[in-house]
């Protein structure tokens, strides 16, 4: 919902639908201005609404859970609503594991699966499933796996450099 979500949306779907249980994925990507509708629903169990100098306003005891990919972005006082959990970042074998898995259901065999998920954990700096499975879509029908794994591989670290500049 996160970056998708406009305020407009994210009041009627609770106004309409009274959810017990409210899950917003990447909720960083959620404007200020529509987190403090989150914030008064957490704080006081109250959602406003006002449009065209109407006020419609309903009590509602819903459960916020969200996750973010950084905290940098969110409000302090929407922050302390939370519960906040780190999680710890994979290593090679639960990487290895769940890379090869996604590849498979994107169509790629178990060889050029396993190819693309050992060469993103040795040659990205920060590897990532997401580099995986677009590495995967690039070169699914390419006759030479190995050549076109390396050459989205450098594609990725040029990219990447790019954007520190």
Known sequence: MGGNASKSGLIEVLFDMRPKYLLIDEIEHLKPEYQTTLLSLMEIGI???TIHKRIRQTQ????????????RKLSEPIL?????MYLNKYDFSQFYEIAVKKLLVEGLDKRAASEIAISVWEKLSDPNIRDCVQIGRLVKNEPEIETAIADEIQNFKEYASQGKE
């Open 47 to 49: 959602l406003t609404q």
């Open 60 to 71: 509602l005891k819903t459960w916020v859970f969200a996750t973010c990919n950084g905290t």
């Open 80 to 84: 302390s609503r939370f519960r906040v």
